[in-house]
């Protein structure tokens, strides 16, 4: 049981460049999240899924996209880099219609834009 | 709006002091409370939560906090610090369907010997 991984550790990436972020699950929870961690402002949610096939905007989905076509699997997408999206990323998932409201979070990924 | 404070950015404190983190809360309706720790390089670790009831939860490691409602507050402590409390600790709130959670900035502790 691995928890919550995530692909991969660390990039880097010039401007204008696209990538992928990949999160995955094996605890067979419904909801699944990405947040962005930056210095002194805590963790903030980029998008959020609550279930296979459905995704909706967090506080700070601008310039991100997202897929969930897997259940075990979160897709985080950036189209066209920027430096400002220079961050800690972090994967969360969790299963509150069981009773298991607690957020389990991957180890994160570090993007540097350059 | 929703939102999360955490006033103290640093905090030091000497292994076997006692430990007070603060957090204050502004939310709509009814909150779901939260305090994580995060390890260097690591992701957040739950620490204990609050959804109803006693309003004085226990947490893992030795943690408890107290939801305060007229105060919005929903501070963390330790009665006795260890060396292996060095982290950064946030504070989070939530709503009934858990589809979003809000962090505070965090606080990070540093133990002295």
């Known amino acids: 049981n691995a928890g919550v991984t995530q692909t991969p550790k660390f990039r880097v990436l010039k401007t204008g460049q696209s990538m992928t972020l990949l999160c995955a699950q094996d605890?067979?929870?419904?909801?699944m999240y990405w947040y962005r961690q930056d210095p002194g402002m805590g963790l903030r949610l980029i998008h959020y899924?609550?279930?296979?096939?459905?995704?909706a905007k967090g506080e700070v989905p601008d310039g991100y996209n997202v897929s969930r076509l897997k259940k075990q699997n979160f897709l985080l997408g950036l189209e066209s880099a920027a430096p400002s999206q220079t961050s800690v990323y972090f994967c969360?998932?969790?299963?509150?219609?069981?009773?298991?409201?607690?957020?389990?979070f991957g180890p994160g990924t570090r993007l540097l834009v350059l | 709006a929703q939102s999360v404070t955490q006033p103290d950015i640093h905090i030091t404190v000497s292994e076997g002091a006692s430990l007070e983190l603060r957090c204050n809360y502004s939310?709509?309706?009814?909150?779901?409370l939260f305090w994580y720790v995060q390890s260097p390089g690591q992701g957040l670790q739950l620490l204990l939560k609050?959804?109803?009831?006693?309003?004085l939860v226990q947490g893992i490691k030795g943690f408890e906090a107290e939801f305060k409602r007229s105060q919005s507050s929903f501070n963390l402590r330790k009665p006795s610090v260890h060396w292996s409390d060095a982290a950064e600790y946030f504070c989070?709130?939530?709503?009934?369907?858990?589809?979003?959670?809000?962090f505070g900035s965090g606080t990070k502790l540093n133990v002295k010997p």
């Open positions: 939310y709509g309706a009814t909150p779901y």
């Open positions: 605890m067979n929870h419904e909801y």
């Open positions: 969360a998932s969790s299963d509150p219609g069981q009773g298991k409201e607690t957020q389990y």
């Open positions: 609050y959804f109803s009831g006693d309003t």
């Open positions: 989070a709130v939530a709503p009934y369907n858990f589809n979003k959670f809000y």
């Open positions: 899924s609550v279930g296979e096939g459905t995704t």
